[in-house]
Nanobody, 114 residues
Framework: QVQLVESGGGLVQPGGSLRLSCATS????????MGWYRQAPGKQRELVAH???????NYVDSVKGRFTISRDNAKNTVYLQMNSLKPEDTAVYHC????????WGQGTQVTVSS
C-alpha cells in the first residue's frame, strides 16, 4: 500500500525559507515521476513542481527561481526547498506520484505571515 508522509512545514515570515520532505513507501520510488502540490483555502489543488525519474525538474511560473524540487532514490524521498517565501505561498503542501496515487498523505501546512 502506498504511503506518503509529508513534513517540514511551519510558520515563516515573508522572505524566509522552508524545506519540505516527503517520505514514501509501498512503491518503487525510482520508477515514478514525483510532484509537489499545494492547496490554499478556497482554491483548487495545483501542481507546483515535479521531477522525473531521471531528475529533470519543472515548476509552475509562480515559484520559478524560488523553489527547488529534488529526489533521493536511496531514501525514497522527495524534497521541496522553498526560498523567498511569499504570503501567497500559504497552503497545505502534498506530494504524490504522477500519475497520482489515490492515497494522498496528510500534507504539511505552510503559513507565510509577518
Amino acid at each position: 500500500q502506498v504511503q506518503l508522509v509529508e513534513s517540514g512545514g511551519g510558520l515563516v515570515q515573508p522572505g524566509g525559507s522552508l524545506r519540505l520532505s516527503c517520505a514514501t513507501s509501498g512503491i518503487i520510488f525510482s520508477s515514478y515521476r514525483m510532484g509537489w502540490y499545494r492547496q490554499a483555502p478556497g482554491k483548487q489543488r495545483e501542481l507546483v513542481a515535479h521531477v522525473t525519474q531521471g531528475g529533470t525538474t519543472n515548476y509552475v511560473d509562480s515559484v520559478k527561481g524560488r523553489f527547488t524540487i529534488s529526489r533521493d532514490n536511496a531514501k525514497n524521498t522527495v524534497y521541496l526547498q522553498m526560498n523567498s517565501l511569499k504570503p501567497e505561498d500559504t497552503a497545505v503542501y502534498h506530494c504524490n506520484t504522477i500519475p497520482n496515487s489515490p492515497s494522498w498523505g496528510q500534507g504539511t501546512q505552510v503559513t507565510v505571515s509577518s
